[in-house]
């Protein structure tokens, strides 16, 4: 069984997506860096991509090609008030789902190694 299926699949996911984007659509620093109003497209691709990387449906790469996280979040101002904000969207996303806690630490482990790896500035976070 794939730590996909042990977590519950797609539900799961998808409930966690969409506490992360509630919690993001109220976010001053995150809510200007999606260009879509609605933040349903980036919902849908958050959540496709989190299915496949933990062994889910390849339904991102399908559509979308190779994740390159880092290309694709270059265009964005990622400085460490904004992982920062990130991470704590998604601690609330993923204990909204209530994980078993070896799952848990293995999603949060994963969630901080990737956040940190998409910093790309230490300045300063503009003004609007």
């Given amino acids: 069984m794939s730590f996909y299926e042990e977590i519950g699949g797609h539900d799961t996911i998808k409930r966690m997506v969409d506490v992360f984007y509630q919690e993001v659509a109220l976010d001053p620093v995150l809510k200007p860096m999606y260009p879509e109003d609605d933040l349903g497209p980036a919902a849908n691709r958050l ?4 299915e496949q990387y933990w ?3 390849t339904t ?4 979308r090609g190779h994740p390159r996280l880092m290309l694709r979040h270059k265009a964005f101002h990622v400085n460490p008030d904004a992982r ?13 789902v209530q994980l078993s806690p070896m799952h848990d630490a293995a999603f949060w ?19 609007p």
């Fill in 47 to 50: 959540t496709m991509f989190l």
């Fill in 55 to 57: 062994g889910g449906p």
């Fill in 60 to 63: 991102y790469m399908e559509k």
């Fill in 84 to 96: 920062d904000r990130w991470l704590m969207h998604m601690r609330t996303a993923l204990d909204e």
């Fill in 109 to 127: 482990d994963y969630l901080e190694r990737a956040a940190h790896m998409l910093v790309n500035t230490f300045e300063p976070t503009p003004e």
